[in-house]
Every structure is written in C-alpha cells, then in structure tokens.
Nanobody, 122 residues
Framework: VQLQASGGGLVQPGGSLRLSCVGS????????MGWYRQAPGKQRELVAD??????????ADSVKGRFSISRDTTKNTDTMYLQMNSLRPEDTAVYYC??????????????WGQGTLVTVSS
C-alpha cells in the first residue's frame, strides 16, 4: 500500500491550496486517513483526519474553520483531499498523508505518503 500526496506549492497569505492523496483501497474495513504536517524544527502534528464509513472528521484547533478534509472511495482508489483556505505563514510545512487501520485489536499505520511542501509567504 502506497499513498501519493500532491498539491503543495507557494501561496500568499490568505490564499488557498488543495492537497490530494491517492492510494489503493485499504484491506481493512475500519480505517482512517489523515493529514499531518511538520514545520522546520517542530514535531509532526495531526492537521485533520477522516474515518472510513460515515466519514467522521477531526481537526486541529489551529485549522478549524479554514481547512476541510474529504475522502472519496467510490472508485477503485482511496482519495483524500485537504482544502486549505485563508492560509497563514504558520501553515508553512511539509504535509504528509497517512492511513491507519484497525485490525480488530489495535490501530496501526498502514501507509504514509511522501510529503508535499506548502509555503505561505508574500
């Protein structure tokens, strides 16, 4: 299982970007996909995630109201999006996509994408 992230780039403060993450569908019925980010000198943090099935979402406080996560599993692939609006310089980071799966006993990482750089600067 491999995830491919794309959509990063340079944008001015207040601008928008949409990130995409595409991968093969999970072997596990219960799973969750998420976006993480890591800024220089900082730890990787969860930005948002979305569950399989009913698509429950969760956002970091710093992005609530500005970012929106969605997921499409209607095709043979599993695709996740992150719509980022009202971007701020502090959103600058490498963004990684991730999928975790529940194997009946524990949650574990199923796959990580390679990361896409988002730079917010004037």
């Amino acid at each position: 299982v491999q995830l491919q992230a794309s959509g990063g780039g340079l944008v001015q403060p207040g601008g928008s970007l949409r990130l995409s993450c595409v991968g093969s569908r999970s072997r596990y019925m219960f799973n969750a996909m998420g976006w993480y980010r890591q800024a220089p000198g900082k730890q990787r943090e969860l930005v948002a995630d979305i569950s399989s099935g009913r698509g429950a979402t969760n956002y970091a406080d710093s992005v609530k109201g500005r970012f929106s996560i969605s997921r499409d599993t209607t095709k043979n692939t599993d695709t996740m999006y992150l719509q980022m609006n009202s971007l701020r310089p502090e959103d600058t980071a490498v963004y990684y996509c991730n999928r975790k799966a529940w194997d009946g006993k524990t949650w574990s990482d199923e796959s990580w994408g390679q990361g896409t750089l988002v730079t917010v600067s004037s």
